[in-house]
């Protein structure tokens, strides 16, 4: 592999403009393809195996009018509301393309408030959201009243994405300028990553063709690839620096930073695409779907970094260093702040790495305490209508009815819905049950029941296996959404021990043939298990205890949501992989230069400090950056992941990595004998490239 990458990179650095043209003519035909055989963006919500999915597969067959999307018009007038005007727009609603039947008016006690239920014959996920919710507010149009929407379609609206990623570019190029300063190094690897970015996102619109992809695995795999992408850009920068400064032509350090830090770009990334293969055993679709999607813009970034950046480099030149750098000064890459404070933590490591060790594992505490529930309408901002339409409910009609259960009897079972309704009923925690609505074929029946309180509240769960133990045994089954997030959280909670096990099992593989040694891959693991537990305590301080719930431009504090669990494992487990990977590759170079394990892990973090920390920074602002998304998994997602990345380049890389090293001497790269023998020699941990008189440059 070094060879390989030696004399691409070289060749890359030789004819720049022909790997140029060949990435530009590829972005061209991946876009095209894109714009002409690509699919759109389809959530899937079912839930195969569960009893919210058998219940709505139930309706589906026998009363299809109650098993698709709905919307809820909610008409509030003050002085009253004008049930003639109400009475129109129902019926123009009822006329609208998908729509099967309008509920209602039901008025509120107090006369000020009137509900419609809009119910269409398709998921939610067959409509186009934003255009049939454009339909639905012209109808229902009442004069002189105010009226706000909730319900499955309009919540199904996401907003124009745009500025999350904006922001992460601009603040990576202004840490890039401060840690380079010059404006080449600042921006070729923004131009690599954002190359590699277009042809990953192209690749995902194709894969959409073929696939359900959620809607917002876009903004994710973009959230991935961005940071990944400048980091793995920037290694590959940094070691063509240091040949430069070396004395090296410009052909022969891109020839050489591609042998060294191009292989341990290729196995980072490696690492990162098995820890979202992880995904595939998460239990549900759609993350599946979103370890393939941000996986293929992982990939794009990887062969960037070893190809299109040499190219680039090869145009740059000797303009990717300072202007003093180029007159004649020094070349500085190293940190000696960084190398001062390894030999202090070194000298005494114990104290150090119990004191990191208490610190992470507080931070890691109020994890224990997490409640995972997917995010509802109560957690949107204030001035948005779903926001506006759930608080007028809960006022009219009480906090339950924004979150009702479906109960689905098979009327072939002889189940009797009267006296389920009225057993129901005297369920402490139930407020109402509507009145049996029976199938045109009289062979099933919904009862509507709502709960006591909100879709939120934590006595949810128990609410929902309390009406699933009396009507299971009768035939039925409990749907509708509050149900559905009962069954997603329950296989989150149930499957994310097994992905746990397969990221991590599978990353100690790698990192054991790798650096050929027990205890790294040993040390890696629980070094990365321990940083994420913190970050998702970090979550549960910030969204649960909701210490910083309003400063993220939410309403309250709410639950973690359960759709980040797997993912954000999957992701961050990857990603610290990769700092992993850089510190290891040059701690190792110098042990076996050297043989001084104390000194080796000095010189490794001297050697990697500055670049660690300038990388940890930009993928931090980048993730910061999607805070400001609209979405509360996409902002949970990014404060989780900021914060994983700080304190892995803080307290990990600084603390923990040299403290444990210290510890072990020179057992860190012991290796059972009859093991040495039978794994492969796979070079990736940053040897002398090849010389270049020992080479040929392609070309």
């Keep these: 592999m070094s060879r390989m990458l030696y004399r691409l990179g070289g060749a890359a650095a030789r004819r720049p403009w022909r790997v140029i043209g060949a990435w530009l003519l590829a972005l061209a035909l991946f876009a095209g393809a894109a714009s002409t055989l690509g699919g759109a963006l389809h959530d899937d919500y079912d839930l195969e195996g569960t009893g919210s999915q058998a219940a709505t597969d139930l309706l589906r067959e026998r009363f299809p009018a109650m098993a698709e999307a709905d919307a809820r018009v909610v008409v509030h007038d003050e002085g009253g509301v004008d049930a003639a005007e109400v009475a129109r727009a129902s019926g123009r609603i009822a006329k609208l393309p998908h729509v099967v039947g309008v509920d209602g008016p039901v008025p509120s006690a107090d006369g000020r408030t009137a509900l419609l239920t809009v119910r269409y014959d398709v998921p939610v996920t067959d409509l186009k959201p934003a255009e049939d919710l454009d339909l639905l507010e012209k ?161 794009a970034t990887m062969a960037s970094a070893v190809t299109l950046l040499p190219a680039l480099l090869g145009l740059a030149g000797r303009r990717v260093l300072r202007r003093r750098e180029r007159r004649g000064a020094p070349v500085v890459n190293d940190s000696r702040r960084a190398g001062a404070w390894a030999a202090l933590v070194v000298r005494r490591p114990l104290p150090w790495l119990l004191a990191a060790l208490t610190l992470l594992l507080a931070l890691a505490a109020p994890a224990l305490g997490m409640r995972s529930w997917p995010n509802d309408a109560s957690s949107e901002p204030e001035g948005s209508t779903v926001r506006q339409a759930y608080d007028l409910i809960a006022e009219a009609y009480g906090p339950g009815a924004n979150g009702p259960l479906l109960v689905a009897l098979d009327l072939t079972e002889k189940a009797d819905p009267v006296a389920v309704r009225r057993e129901l009923a005297a369920l402490a925690d139930v407020a109402s049950v509507g009145e049996p609505l029976v199938s045109p074929g009289r062979d099933a029946a919904v009862l509507t029941v709502i709960p006591a309180f909100g879709p939120q509240d934590e006595r949810v769960p128990g609410l929902v296996d309390a009406v699933r133990a009396r009507v299971v045994p009768l035939g039925g089954e409990v749907t509708g959404f509050t149900a559905a997030y009962r069954d997603l959280t329950e296989i989150v909670s149930d499957r994310i021990w097994l992905v746990i096990l397969v990221v991590t099992g599978t990353s100690c593989l790698l990192l054991l043939l790798v650096f050929r040694s027990v205890a790294v891959p040993l040390k890696a693991a629980a070094m990365n298990l321990l940083s994420i537990a913190a970050a998702y305590g970090a979550l549960v301080m910030i969204f649960q205890w909701g210490w910083g719930a309003e400063l993220l431009g939410l309403p309250h504090s709410v639950p973690v949501s359960s759709f980040i669990l797997p993912l954000m494992f999957a992701v961050l487990f990857g990603v610290s992989m990769d700092y992993e990977v850089f510190l290891l590759t040059r701690v190792r170079e110098d042990h076996e230069r050297t043989g001084d394990p104390h000194g080796s892990v000095v010189a490794g973090l001297s050697a990697t400090g500055r670049i660690i920390t300038s990388a940890a920074l930009i993928m931090i602002a980048v993730f910061v950056g999607f805070v400001f998304d609209p979405g509360v998994v996409i902002k949970q997602m990014g404060v989780g992941l900021a914060v994983a990345v700080a304190l892995d380049a803080t307290l990990v890389r600084l603390v923990l990595v040299p403290a444990a090293m210290a510890l072990l001497g020179r057992w860190n790269w012991w290796l059972p004998r009859p093991l040495d023998r039978i794994l492969p020699e796979v070079d990736v941990h940053g040897a002398r490239p090849p010389e270049a008189e020992e080479l040929t440059l392609a070309g």
């Design 139 to 299: 109808a229902a149009e009442v004069p002189g009243a105010r009226v706000e929407f909730g319900g499955q379609l309009p919540e199904n609206v996401t907003a124009p994405g745009g500025t999350s990623e904006a922001i992460g570019i601009v603040a990576a190029l202004v840490i890039l300028f401060l840690a380079f300063g010059s404006v080449a190094a600042a921006g070729l690897p923004l131009a690599v990553a954002l190359t590699g970015l277009g042809v990953g996102v192209a690749g995902i619109t194709l894969f959409a063709a073929v696939a359900d992809v959620g809607t917002t695995a876009p903004t994710l795999a973009v959230m991935i690839g961005l940071g990944v992408g400048i980091d793995y850009a920037l290694f590959v920068l940094t070691r063509f620096r240091e040949n430069l400064a070396e004395g090296l032509a410009v052909p022969e350090a891109a020839a050489g930073a591609n042998a060294t830090a191009g292989r341990s770009v290729l196995f980072a990334g490696a690492t990162v695409l098995v820890a979202l293969c992880g995904l595939v055993f998460a239990g549900l679709p759609v993350f599946v779907t979103m370890g393939f999607a941000a996986g293929m813009v992982v990939f």
